[in-house]
């Protein structure tokens, strides 16, 4: 079995991982057989009422294997919309062999919460997450582009990395960790792009998650 990644920020940057093998016992459990949404968000800014965005688009191979959003803003943060597609494809009709793509596509988000702690305000234009699938091999792979206060990242990007967001004199307000990845050892990925995480200075509690794929070894 072969697991491949690729992450691209901003159109640049690669990272490749291969080389598990079939019959690895899992050390965790196993990535869904295909699902992609395109994230959501649970955080409480100081005395203020919790925001909660629900998980976004959700599709799944099982089904429903499309779906949509339109914009979705609260206090502090906009999803823009976009659409998730978890598509079937049979390779090899009379042995029942297929393949997976799971997919979630969106635009225009900004998180606008940590401003007022004289922090970044966070765009991205439009972002990609996608996990594929066959009997033999895995792949995932995310994109962004137009994208604002996150600064520069590395090329290519680390598994996990973590971009500190902070005020201008360097308090810690958020973490921003990009190309989070849950690889149990089975073969199946589960990628995250980028998942955010309110540091204490903030004033505000919980995290926000942008863009999300899982897939699975195909039968």
């Known amino acids: 079995m072969r697991i491949t990644i690729a992450s691209r920020a901003g159109l640049v940057g690669a990272l490749l991982l291969a080389g598990l093998a079939v019959g690895v016992t899992p050390a965790s459990a196993a990535n869904p057989d295909g699902v992609a949404s395109l994230g959501s968000a649970a955080f409480t800014k100081g005395n203020s009422a919790p925001i909660s965005i629900s998980s976004l688009a959700d599709c799944a ?9 339109g914009a979705v803003s609260k206090t502090g943060i906009t999803f823009g919309g976009g659409t998730t597609t978890c598509t079937t494809t049979v390779v090899d009709p009379a042995n ?120 699975s070894p195909t039968p």
């Open 96 to 215: 029942d062999v297929t393949t997976t793509k799971s997919e979630a596509k969106g635009k225009n988000f900004e998180l606008s919460a940590l401003v007022s702690a004289r922090g970044p305000r966070i765009r991205i234009g439009d972002y990609t997450v996608s996990c594929s699938a066959t009997q033999r091999e895995t792949s995932a792979s995310w994109t962004y582009g137009g994208a604002s206060g996150l600064g520069t990242l590395p090329k290519p990007v680390p598994v996990g990395y973590v971009k500190p967001l902070t005020k201008s004199d360097g308090t810690l307000l958020a973490e921003a960790i990009f190309n989070e990845q849950h690889l149990p050892g089975n073969g199946s990925i589960g990628l995250t792009m980028l998942r955010i995480k309110f540091a204490p200075a903030s004033g505000i509690t919980g995290e926000v998650v942008i863009g999300r794929a899982a897939c």
């Open 61 to 69: 191979v099982e089904g429903p294997t499309a779906n949509s959003s």
